[in-house]
T-cell receptor, first 113, second 114 residues
Framework: SQQGEEDPQALSIQEGENATMNCSYK?????LQWYRQNSGRGLVHLIL?????REKHSGRLRVTLDTSKKSSSLLITASRAADTASYFC?????????????FGQGTRLTINP | AAGVIQSPRHLIKEKRETATLKCYPI?????VYWYQQGPGQDPQFLIS???????DKGSIPDRFSAQQFSDYHSELNMSSLELGDSALYFC?????????????FGPGTRLTVT
């Protein structure tokens, strides 16, 4: 089963509104990262939050992490049509000498003009 | 800034054929990762290499193999292709900054098996 599960799976809002996406995971992590993917395109790194951090901001993005609940949320404020994409959370698991990312199922976000 | 390069960007193969995907990491990055993303699915970790040695292995079929070369580029070799292998294959590279590895993804290779 997937380490990360995202909720909702699809979200449709009006331009200018805020969008909140949630992610849950099962085992301990080094950090949690959020990625954006336009349809069929590459993954763009948005933000990384370490396991000892609770909140992080980057422009219109706000990420929170609750390690006690093993959950994270991504908030996009003042959404724009260009924010339409799929958003994935990915948890960092450190192996010997390197890490792998375990991705959640993603939230498909649609911003209606 | 230089990004991760993948080639080819698109590949069409028939069942039972072989395919080789190439990845050129960002200069000075020491770790390469391969992920597979099926249609409508999340990316799945396949395998990673650190300093040319395999460092982690995920759900990679036995029909697939990969290696990292002395110039740090990596190749994913896929044999006896099946229809279910049709997917986007991403390569990522990373370098340790502080205490974290931030993975940078390439644009992906879209493999279609017919």
């Amino acid at each position: 089963s997937q380490q990360g599960e995202e909720d909702p799976q699809a979200l449709s809002i009006q331009e200018g509104e805020n969008a909140t996406m949630n992610c849950s995971y099962k085992t301990s992590i080094n950090n949690l990262q959020w990625y954006r993917q336009n349809s069929g395109r590459g993954l763009v790194h948005l933000i990384l939050i370490r396991s000892n951090e609770r909140e992080k901001h980057s422009g219109r993005l706000r990420v929170t992490l609750d390690t006690s609940k093993k959950s994270s949320s991504l908030l996009i404020t003042a959404s724009r049509a260009a924010d339409t994409a799929s958003y994935f959370c990915a948890t960092d698991h450190r192996g010997e000498g390197a890490q792998k990312l375990v991705f959640g199922q993603g939230t498909r976000l649609t911003i209606n003009p | 800034a230089a990004g991760v390069i993948q080639s080819p960007r698109h590949l069409i193969k028939e069942k039972r054929e072989t395919a080789t995907l190439k990845c050129y990491p960002i200069p000075r990055h020491d770790t390469v990762y391969w992920y597979q993303q099926g249609p409508g699915q999340d990316p799945q970790f396949l395998i990673s290499f650190y300093e040319k040695m395999q460092s982690d292995k995920g759900s990679i079929p036995d029909r697939f193999s990969a290696q990292q070369f002395s110039d740090y580029h990596s190749e994913l070799n896929m044999s006896s292709l099946e229809l279910g292998d049709s997917a986007l294959y991403f390569c990522a590279s990373s370098i340790l900054t502080g205490t974290d590895y931030e993975q940078y993804f390439g644009p992906g290779t879209r493999l279609t098996v017919t």
